[in-house]
């Protein structure tokens, strides 16, 4: 031993690896070995030399055939990456490589360029008019709307003019459907209204409110205050988080309790980090040998679990040990069963993702979870989520903690019931039915002017951001109408993304991604988007098509004016009762919390002539918008027969591992989510009247098996039953009637 390291005695460090192999220390050898280590060393050496002396003659002997020998770097070459084409990270083929990844989708900006669109913005106004119109609405906003929500921006209306509505075939279908979910009474349909749980209800369910009042009470000037660990409040300093907000000073120090929570508070007041810090906390102080999931949060949608992972592990990147997995839809199935064998602490999924891998995936399991979430809890809890929750509930550990969280949670007790709630305490920071506090609602009649509505919403955007500067979200109804939006505006010249259900999850997180970097300033989106996406600095909300309920509404809006910033909301308002109840409700929830708020209602002017001018436009594009639909559908379609090409050829390359797999299980398919999904809403909204209905659907909730209209095969049976009952309570009628006779 001491001999090896002699030679290393003068030196003030230890060395360990060094770039010479001739220089590496021998430590425990024994002497033959340090023999025969030196000997190789020299042959070694001597190789090297040989080498060095054959690269000097120009030489080219012992050099690898995947290696040029002559090579010599220019360094006076100025163009050393001209044929560079970029990393091809999203999967598009290279036209001059026929080995190059074939692309998944269709490049939807690539035909509208083919067919003279995003080339020029149509209608722009001189720097001079822009201002000076920004002035006229500037004044225009300072008068507030009317109670009823209307009356402004509209021109006279005749006499004459026809009342009613001039309908579509969307919006007959959703009238349609409006009707099934309404109640039959006098040839008219009157809205259910469901009545309020009783005091003695609450009394039973939650926890007293005296523990709520008390929490709510309690403010925090600092997370230090709030006793939580040094690496927690690290993470949380990195994330610019000083001062608790309400809801985190409330529902914080009754988690780390253990006790069940049902929180709500408006959008963009901190809900994610309210249990993430918590559930982080505890897990600080988990077993440390044994590998198990023990925190579950189910999200209604795949973006809004993308977003509450990365808060998460930024709050505990300066944590330890605690590891996240995500169970979510459209992302790669077997990376996510991969993460899942490693028994992640916390596990963020979707509903039937998380289903799909209980059933599937034979590592992964929940027998262990400790802590329940469920964020947009309110969205969670309604029918077409309710037969996923109730498979989900049945297991998972009854033994656990239940926090809950959302804008709107104003739940009913019966909704409830099936989470196995521990007496939740329940905090409500801000009434359930508020918008934020620095937010202008603007109001836009549209009359009989459907027809104009692309026009409008163009000329609104080019008057909101002339320059292409703002983040403006724009919700629509319908996943047809957001794709055909996307087009016109295209052929106007302006960029804008979608972001619906029928786009795959690439598609939709690089929507998000490029909204997010200003890349594409307009999104045009569904619901999909109202709920809980914190994407920053969204100036602009507008509601193309009104929502279905003034819940959906906050929500949409809540979009912008987000941590106590700045927002704007545009809602164009139709002529139906529909349309002016949600209105209505706005105004309302405005004017009630004036000493609270800073937000207004008002009515926004719009320059019809303008806007029929650039309808002209749009008119004349109807053939192009078709010929572009046509085209990518065309597109799609080669697509899709690549798709099946390649699977075919992968079938056949590798059949029998294929058809080595397990065949996974479903919990449900599409028909049957939508027989469960119409079944519970008709459930939920319509009052039965009808005797025999009501008896159906008493015997369905007692039995699901048992439906109350009879086969032919229960009919006879029934009788067969009945007769038997009769023979065996009378035994002598027979008798008795023949000696009668």
Not at 267 to 285: C, D, H, Q, V
Not at 474 to 500: C, N, P, Q, W
Not at 637 to 650: F, P, S, T, W
Not at 682 to 698: A, F, I, M
Request: some cysteine; overall charge negative.
């Amino acid at each position: 031993m001491v001999a090896g390291i002699k030679k290393f005695a003068g030196l003030d460090f230890v060395p360990t690896i060094s770039d010479s192999e001739d220089d590496v220390p021998v430590l425990d050898s024994s002497d033959d070995e340090k023999v025969e280590v030196k000997k190789t060393a020299k042959k070694n050496k001597s190789k090297k030399n040989k080498k060095k002396a054959a690269g000097a003659d120009g030489l080219d002997e012992d050099v690898h055939e995947d290696l040029n020998a002559g090579f010599k770097f220019d360094l006076e070459a100025d163009d050393t990456t001209s044929n560079f084409q970029g990393w091809n990270f999203m999967g598009e083929a290279n036209e001059d490589d026929p080995e190059a990844p074939i692309k998944k989708d269709v490049d939807l900006d690539k035909i509208i360029r083919r067919k003279g669109g995003l080339v020029k913005m149509a209608h722009i106004d001189t720097k001079e008019e822009e201002e000076e119109k920004e002035e006229e609405a500037h004044h225009s906003d300072d008068e507030e709307l009317a109670m009823d929500g209307f009356g402004m921006g509209a021109p006279a209306k005749n006499e004459d003019e026809d009342d009613s509505e001039d309908e579509s075939e969307e919006e007959e279908q959703e009238e349609e459907e409006q009707e099934e979910l309404t109640v039959e009474k006098g040839g008219k349909n009157d809205e259910v209204v469901e009545e309020d749980d009783s005091e003695e209800a609450k009394a039973d369910f939650y926890a007293p409110e005296t523990e709520a009042n008390d929490a709510k009470k309690q403010m925090y000037d600092n997370f230090n205050s709030l006793s939580l660990s040094r690496p927690v409040l690290k993470g949380l300093a990195s994330l610019g988080y000083v001062k608790p907000s309400p809801i985190q000073s409330a529902t914080i120090p009754i988690a780390l309790l253990g006790k069940d929570i049902i929180a709500g508070a408006v959008t963009g007041s901190g809900k994610t980090a309210a249990f993430m810090i918590p559930i982080i906390e505890r897990l600080l102080y988990k077993p440390g040998k044994i590998a198990s999931t023990r925190v579950i949060v189910l999200l209604p949608t795949r973006e809004l679990a993308l977003q509450v992972a990365d808060v998460g592990k930024q709050i505990a990147r300066f944590v330890s040990g605690i590891t996240f997995g995500l169970a979510v839809g459209g992302l790669n199935l077997r990376q996510q069963e991969q993460l899942l064998k490693s028994r992640p602490d916390i596990v963020i999924a979707t509903p039937g993702r998380f289903i799909d891998h209980i059933r599937n995936s034979a590592s992964f399991n929940v027998d262990s979870v400790e802590i329940l979430v469920m964020d947009e809890a309110d969205r969670m809890l309604e029918e077409g989520f309710q037969d996923e929750l109730n498979e989900i509930m049945g297991l998972l550990p009854s033994n656990r903690q239940n926090l809950l969280f959302s804008a709107t949670m104003n739940s009913k007790i019966k909704s409830l019931v099936s989470l196995s709630l521990k007496r939740p305490v329940r905090i409500m920071i801000d009434p359930p039915r508020k918008a934020a506090t620095k937010l202008t609602q603007e109001f836009v009649r549209i009359r009989k002017r459907d027809h104009l509505k692309p026009a409008l919403l163009f000329n609104l955007i080019r008057k909101l951001d002339p320059m292409s500067q703002k983040r403006i979200v724009v919700f629509v109804a319908r996943k047809e109408t957001a794709h055909r939006l996307r087009i016109i505006m295209g052929l106007l010249g302006m960029s804008v993304g979608e972001l619906h259900g029928s786009l795959t999850q690439e598609q939709r997180l690089d929507s998000v991604n490029k909204f997010k970097n200003l890349e594409v300033p307009v999104l045009v989106c569904t619901d999909l988007a109202s709920r809980g996406l914190d994407i920053p600095k969204i100036e602009v909300v507008v509601n193309y098509d009104m929502p279905k309920s003034h819940e959906i509404y906050l929500h949409r809006v809540g979009r912008t004016a987000r941590a106590d910033r700045e927002g704007r909301s545009v809602t164009l308002v139709g002529e139906s009762s529909h349309d002016r109840s949600i209105v209505r409700a706005a105004i309302k929830s405005v004017e009630e919390n004036k000493s609270l708020t800073q937000g207004k209602a008002l009515g926004r002017n719009v320059d019809w002539i303008q806007i029929e001018e650039t309808n002209k436009l749009v008119e004349s594009m109807s053939d192009t918008v078709e010929e572009i639909l046509v085209e990518e559908k065309e597109e799609k379609e080669i697509l899709r027969a690549e798709m099946q090409l390649r699977k075919g050829e992968n079938m056949l390359k590798h059949k029998k591992e294929i058809q080595a797999r397990p065949r996974r299980t479903w919990f449900q398919n599409e028909s049957d989510k939508k027989n469960s999904k119409l079944l519970g809403a008709l459930s939920r909204n319509k009052k039965v009247t009808n005797s025999k209905k009501r008896k159906r659907e008493e015997s369905i909730a007692d039995d699901g098996s048992r439906s109350y209209r009879k086969t032919k095969n229960d009919r006879v049976t029934d009788q067969e039953r009945t007769f038997k009952k009769q023979k065996s309570a009378n035994p002598n009628k027979k008798k008795g009637f023949s000696k009668r006779r």
